[in-house]
């Protein structure tokens, strides 16, 4: 219990404890009003961390006066201690609400809650308040059903000390990708967050497939590299527009997220105001489309009844009119009328009135399946023609495709190359910084190999392909947002025009490389590492050329949070720019630890499932940068942080 009723408080009951504070109901003893108390855990009172963040909370909090965000009213320091005070919310997290609720909501409600977080993100972004940790246990739904948010001002690593079990997703699958991997934070980093949540809201589930039972650090991880699950699948129905939306904020660069959640809220502004609207709107058009359609369907069936009974009526009537007819003749005139129009054996049996009846009701069957077909060939048409193809969210307003043109191709020029000696290398480290997968230590002996001295740049790209596949373009900076195959068709071509022996080959679906050809390739991991080395087997700098990080590469503490054109930083011994730092790069190999030695040492392993990347980047911190750091990712991976530089053999094997 809280030790002191802060004088004019009186503590009603606990709300919440967690390792790092605890809440209070109170009542304010004049006024009988209600609040909320918030203070460091008992245990830790002392803490002046927790304290000063408890601090900083309140701060935002009282520059935020809108009532979707939890209203603050003062921050008190008593007994070595702070306590926040302000509104309490009577209601529960967004997170238990959908344990009770999820298979109930509508989705009017849903959107209701999209517009109240995107108006409150809204709001706080143009007061320079940036949320950084949204996620459902951050939300509050009170008793009226309405949406609130809290948390604001919280410190960035606050999810690390979350215990949420039972089923329930950790709060780090709502962090931005930014955020977990570089601590950049930016108002797009609130999108991403905001993504997750709507997408759980609409769907069920979070937006990957991810193994609850591994840590959260790994569930993280797995989303990095998994795609978004089609709502299809799950089949949930999510609009085009807004699952496309959705697509662009989880984005893992967040310079191709939107802006801001103004922008956001004005893509929801543009499909006829919040679709809950859209949604009774298009749901009465149907309605009275299926008025109209029972209508004319039992005017068609009047109209069939109407034809029935006038042909019973016709066939009775003819009938009467044939019997009168007979009792009309007299009988000596009875032969010759059967001799001139042949007796009443002669003639068709009349039908009698029940056949005709059947054989009317046989034509309205048909009728009736002519039609069901009729609608069954448009519903096809319908789904498989005119929405077969999702389409890619766009700004575009009207109902016009917009093709991109090609452009044209840059003059072709060479690479700039540098030769790296024959020598041999000990790949890998023992020291305390290195990572599981950097050891035991391999001795490798490499031929000689020229390696470019820069990333591969757009420009450079472009002399092959019409096509800029990067995120951020500018001819001078490094290509990016390509896969292990999008590289091996651009060395095969870029040698067909410089003249050399093209590398690669497919056989199935497999690519083997003939390190005998002159042609452009990736290098090896060995390669890498050795020209990262400055080619010398003794070179035991941290990064590349330089034990200090800012000399040599661009990473999350300095890079702005962009990639930079290649060769602004200092050279290794070599002259080789950017292998720490920029962007991460593609290598031949097949990811497999040291400890598994599988073919050829210098080729690397025969086979695998993620091909290794090197160098670390501007998103990531300068840790990965380091020569001997490994990582990987599978081969059709794209992102705006992953690129190449090309080799080329000098010795051929």
Known sequence: MLETSLNSYQIIKTVHSSLRFSLYQAKQIETGHIVLIKTPDTQRVNDAQLKQDLINEANTHLKLKLPQIRQVYEIREEKGTAYLIGEYIEGMSLSAYLKINSKLLSREQIFSWLKEILEA??????????????????????????????????????????????????????????????????????????????????????????????????????????????????????????????????????????????????????????????????????????????????????????????????????????????????????????????????????????????????????????????????????????????????TVTDSTQVEIPEEPLTDNLPIAMVLVPADTLVMGNISPAAEDDEFPLLTIGIPAFYISIREISQAEWMMVFPKNPAHSKDPELPVENVN????????????????????????????????????????TEAEWEFAAKSGKRNDFFVYSGS?????????????????????????????????????????????????????????????????????GSWYHNASEMRVTNRNFTKPYTKNGYLGFRVARSYNPR
Not at 278 to 307: F, G, L, S
Not at 556 to 581: C, F, M, R, T, W
């Open 484 to 523: 292990f195959y999008d590289i091996i068709d651009f060395c095969n071509q870029k040698s067909v025009l410089d003249g050399f022996e093209p590398c690669y080959d497919y056989y199935d679906d497999e690519v083997v490389c003939n390190f005998s050809a002159n042609g452009y390739r990736l290098p």
């Open 547 to 615: 034990d200090k990080a800012d000399e040599v590469g661009w990473y999350n503490e300095n890079s702005a949070a962009q990639s930079h054109p290649s060769g602004q930083k200092k050279p290794n011994q070599l002259g080789i720019y950017d292998l720490s730092g920029n962007i991460f790069e593609w290598v031949w190999n097949w990811y497999a630890p040291y400890s598994i030695r599988n073919g050829d040492l210098y080729e690397g392993p025969d086979k695998g499932t993620d091909k290794v990347i090197r160098g």
């Open 121 to 394: 993100l809204s709001y706080a972004h143009k007061q320079d308040c940036v949320h950084l940790n949204l996620n459902p246990y951050n939300l509050i739904v009170d008793n009226s059903g309405d949406m609130h948010i809290i948390g604001f001002g919280k410190n960035r690593d606050a999810y690390k000390t979350a215990n949420e079990k039972n089923g329930t997703y950790h709060p780090l699958l709502y962090l931005a990708p930014e955020l977990f991997q570089a601590g950049i934070a930016l108002p797009q980093s609130d999108l991403f967050s905001f993504a997750v949540i709507a997408y759980q809201l609409l769907c069920g589930v979070v937006p990957w497939r991810i193994d609850l039972q591994l840590s959260p650090e790994k569930q993280k991880q797995q989303s990095l590299c998994r795609a978004v699950i089609m709502p299809e699948i799950l089949q949930k129905e999510v609009p085009d527009w807004l699952f496309a939306a959705l697509l662009q904020c989880l984005k893992l660069d967040p310079h191709q997220r939107l802006a801001n959640a103004e922008e956001l809220i004005k893509v929801f502004h543009e499909q006829e105001n919040w679709l809950p609207e859209e949604i009774d709107k298009v749901e009465k058009v149907e309605e009275v489309e299926e008025v109209e359609r029972v209508e004319k369907v039992e005017e068609v069936e009047n109209i069939e009844e109407v034809e029935i009974v006038e042909e019973i009526e016709s066939a009775e009537k003819i009938e009467k009119k044939e019997e009168t007819e007979k009792k009309k003749l007299p009988d000596s005139n009875l032969a010759s009328f059967n001799s001139e129009f042949g007796s009443p054996k002669s003639q068709p049996p009349k039908v009698p009135p029940y056949e005709v009846k059947e054989t009317i009701k046989l034509k309205k069957t048909f009728k009736v399946l002519i039609w069901l077909s009729l609608i069954i060939i448009l519903f096809i048409m319908i789904k498989y023609i005119a929405f077969g193809n999702r389409t890619e969210f766009t």
